[in-house]
């Protein structure tokens, strides 16, 4: 039994014709009695009752309207397919960093979603080694993050730069000054990311670089969090400016010189093709989220 022998039946029994249900098909009308002669054969009983006039049988009627459903499910299962493979369905696994997924994502998201509502996404908000294990995995798509590690298979394609501010609490000894460079850290509480945070390892190099300074460290494991604590005074933080729109109450921020610190982010994914439903997420946010 298949699907076009299921809809040549429920034609015959729409215009109560073999010969309107046949010209309708373009075919020959022994064609569709043979389908239906095959289709009674296949279950076992007879569905039409042979005559001058059009009747169901008793097992005919049963027969057509428990297969409705049947038919409508597999031309539903039929346009599903077809809009995934061309992108316009399906299901995306994407990884992303803070502070990018809470204050750059969600509007982009709304929009793709409602201009593809049949495709589905799925967000991992997790730190960028971890993402690029998943990719690694199969666990995602493609994600949004800082560049990988060398030496991975990875691709990554840069798309801004992710620009970086000193949060302060409002009456700190630094908030005097019109920008804070690494050597004025010195004797002050640093509120940090974890040990697996790219930013935490690019600021612990750029304090190398600038000699030795003494730095008392208080590990925040949440870049998104670390306004608050510097909100509570417990020290400051160099934090994504992106964060601070609205300003946390009681705090001050203020430029920082010297060397480069703030951190590029862009798209990474395994090397090969994405899923057409992928690839469209992709574009999209390739395009909004280029400077």
Do not use: W
């Amino acid at each position: 039994m298949d699907l076009k022998t299921l809809e040549t039946f429920h034609l015959i029994v729409k215009h109560e014709s073999f010969h309107r249900a046949a010209e309708e098909l373009n075919y020959a009308q022994s064609t569709v009695t043979m389908q239906i002669q095959k289709l009674e054969a296949t279950l076992g009983v007879q569905l039409l009752e042979r005559g001058k006039s059009f009747r169901l049988t008793e097992a005919g009627r049963l027969f057509y309207e428990q297969s409705q459903e049947i038919i409508q499910r597999m031309k539903q299962l039929t346009a599903d397919m077809t809009d995934m493979q061309h992108g316009e369905a399906g299901t995306v696994r994407l990884g992303v960093t803070e502070p990018t997924a809470s204050h750059r994502l969600p509007p982009l998201i709304r929009r793709f979603i409602t201009r593809y509502p049949r495709i589905r996404i799925s967000l991992d908000i997790a730190s960028t080694p971890a993402l690029a294990e998943s990719l690694l995995q199969g666990r995602l798509d493609f994600a949004i993050c800082s560049p990988p590690d060398v030496g991975t298979e990875l691709y990554f394609e840069p798309l801004f730069l992710e620009k970086f501010v000193a949060l302060l609490p409002e009456h700190h000894p630094l908030s005097a000054l019109e920008a804070v460079e690494p050597q004025h850290l010195q004797g002050h509480r640093l509120l940090i990311t974890s040990a697996i945070c790219p930013y935490r390892r690019k600021l612990e190099m750029i304090l190398q670089e600038a000699g030795p300074i003494s730095v008392e460290t208080m590990e925040i494991g949440s870049m998104t969090a670390l306004k608050s604590y510097v909100a509570a005074g417990l020290g400051m933080a160099l934090v994504p400016e992106i964060l601070l729109h609205p300003m946390p109450p009681g705090t001050t921020a203020r430029s920082i010189s010297g060397p480069q610190i703030d951190l590029l982010s862009g798209l990474m994914r395994k090397t090969g093709n994405l899923s057409p439903a992928s690839a469209k997420l992709y574009h999209f946010l390739k395009q909004e989220l280029l400077p």
